[in-house]
């Protein structure tokens, strides 16, 4: 049973472990922390707190560090969100992306912002192409050769293939390509056009049949490249600055994770639901990732997934400061969705 008591000296030894990075003893709590009770009583609920599985002792004589379940317990019950006014000078910014940027830019930036707040490794993820429905397609002449067909899908993300043509068209020709394009794939998704840009080169559109039949193929194939997931990283030399990883066996550990883009992202990707999830130590379900803590926010308009945030750290991560930026960063990006989306 967890009493008032023994809560307060819990989180006292979470914060300070955060703090200091050093374990935490009964003489350090009772100086540093006003729990009102002696070193002797300190110890007593120590050792209670450490049966019930919340604080361990890394080595005999040691203090006592949180365990994945203490973590736990400190995010979902006591856990207190700092200041994160220092943020909104930065954020800002996004006012002048929400004119001219595309989802993938939002998120980068973002990434970047959050890295530099918090100190920590910071990963941006945008979905599947593949899962993504066709918004719009526009032609547009280059030169007498080349045009540039502008592909953007619901979820934001937008291709700009370069297509080099048979024939001439005219201004106008390239707007009924267009419309005729935007007729026939509007609201498919990227997974399902290969069948319809099959039976699109089996129609006639007056005059321009040789250059559908090279261009339509080139958009596919646009489409096909990029259906992986793209990710991008900021600050993971963050890492050394926190010593258990001074631990070259842990660090080489670390970026290995870094490296493993399809098991990060499937750690990262599993979480669908809008808000911000904290996943710690072995609650991640792979075993590269069991020392790690992640902070991660999915970002969706309409039921549409555009993409992921996520902040990694050691389990001894500072959940209040990350949490508070997080939120503080989420708010400014899903306002600025919506702004969007809902023009």
């Not at 990710?231 to 550990?253: C, L, Q, R, T, V």
């Amino acid at each position: 049973m967890l009493n008032e008591r023994k809560l307060k000296i819990l989180q006292a030894i979470i914060e300070d472990y955060i703090e200091t990075a050093e374990p935490v003893g009964s003489r350090t709590l009772s100086k540093k922390y006003d729990l009102g009770v002696s070193p002797a009583t300190i110890r007593n609920e120590m050792s209670d707190l450490e049966e019930l599985g919340l604080i361990i002792q890394p080595h005999t004589s040691a203090g006592r560090i949180p365990s994945d379940k203490g973590y736990r317990l400190y995010v979902d019950q006591f856990m207190s969100l700092k200041n994160s006014a220092k943020i909104k000078n930065g954020y800002l910014e996004l006012d002048i992306l929400n004119k001219v940027a595309e989802i993938e830019q939002i998120l980068q930036y973002s990434s970047k912002l959050l890295s530099q707040v918090t100190n920590y490794t910071t990963v941006a993820v945008t979905p599947h192409v593949k899962e993504s429905k066709l918004k719009h397609i526009q032609l547009v002449p280059i030169d007498s050769i080349n045009m540039l067909a502008i592909i953007v899908t619901d979820s934001g993300i937008v291709k700009k293939p370069v297509i080099r043509m048979n024939d001439s068209v005219s201004e106008s020709g390239f707007q009924m390509m267009s419309n005729f394009l935007n007729d026939k794939l509007h609201g498919l998704t990227i997974k399902n056009i290969e069948t319809s840009l099959f039976h699109i080169l089996n129609e006639e559109i007056i005059h321009f049949s040789n250059v559908m039949d090279t261009i339509v193929p080139e958009i596919f194939k646009s489409l096909e490249e990029s259906s992986d997931i793209d990710m991008f990283f900021n600050g993971a030399m963050n890492i050394f600055n926190f010593p258990e990883y001074n631990d070259i066996f842990k660090a080489k550990s670390f970026l290995e994770l870094l490296e493993e883009k399809e098991l990060l992202s499937s750690l990262i990707t599993s979480f669908d639901s809008e808000g911000l999830r904290v996943s710690i130590g072995s609650e991640n379900i792979y075993e590269e990732a069991k020392d790690c803590s992640l902070v991660t926010a999915t970002y969706k308009e309409n039921d549409t997934i555009l993409g992921w945030l996520s902040v990694i750290g050691p389990t001894r991560m500072d959940y209040s400061g990350v949490v508070s930026v997080m939120a503080e960063v989420s708010k400014s990006i899903n306002d600025l969705l919506k702004n969007r989306y809902n023009k």
